[in-house]
T-cell receptor, first 109, second 115 residues
């Protein structure tokens, strides 16, 4: 079983749609969690950290379920500029960061 | 604030040749990472430095890959000899400290093609 797994995608959604991505991780000792965004042929950039209580940043909401070892990212009112690959990242506090394979999103006009 | 700098941006070599990549992290960032990202996959950590010491190199193929950060600032990653499966983007990242709560900032990457 891979350490971090994500929805395979791609997701093709119309502008204004709500889309959710899921991520599962295998190491129960994992301490910190992130969503990164990677545009085509660009470097990854931090989108948001994921806290135990869940957190929201504008149109983006991240949730963590430690019992199920599951992380989600919800994007509301999708924009064309949201088209990118979304990477789920898990860290074992002090150990290495493990990236998931990414889920590609295309927002269509 | 200047970001993470990497060079070269692109490199094409034949298999069995050697290649080196350079990274200059954000000023003041103690932790430096090298990642390998194969097309269609997420980045995979190769090596992590804290200042000039290695924190984690468990996924570095040490028979052909080496990395150093001699003065605790910039770093080089070398592949010798290269194989076809080394074709990937090599990303350098830096953060203020080690541990999972520091944001990583990535450079633009070096795209390596091995023919």
């Amino acid at each position: 079983r891979k350490e971090v797994e994500q929805d395979p995608g791609p997701f093709n959604v119309p502008e204004g749609a709500t889309v959710a991505f899921n991520c599962t991780y295998s190491n129960s000792a994992s301490q910190s969690f992130f969503w990164y965004r990677q545009d085509c042929r660009k470097e990854p950039k931090l989108l948001m950290s994921v806290y135990s209580s869940g957190n929201e940043d504008g149109r983006f909401t991240a949730q963590l379920n430690r019992a199920s070892q599951y992380i989600s990212l919800l994007i509301r009112d999708s924009k064309l500029s949201d088209s990118a690959t979304y990477l789920c990242v898990v860290n074992d506090y002090g150990q290495n960061f493990v990236f998931g394979p990414g889920t590609r999103l295309s927002v269509l006009p | 604030e200047a970001g993470v700098a990497q060079s070269p941006r692109y490199k094409i070599i034949e298999k069995r040749q050697s290649v080196a990549f350079w990274c200059n992290p954000i000023s003041g960032h103690a932790t430096l990472y090298w990642y390998q990202q194969i097309l269609g996959q997420g980045p995979k950590l190769l090596i992590q430095f804290q200042n000039n010491g290695v924190v984690d190199d468990s996924q570095l193929p040490k028979d052909r890959f080496s990395a150093e950060r001699l003065k605790g600032v910039d770093s080089t990653l070398k592949i010798q000899p290269a194989k076809l499966e080394d074709s990937a983007v090599y990303l350098c990242a830096s953060s203020l400290g080690t541990g999972g709560f520091y944001e990583q900032y990535f450079g633009p990457g070096t795209r390596l093609t091995v023919t």
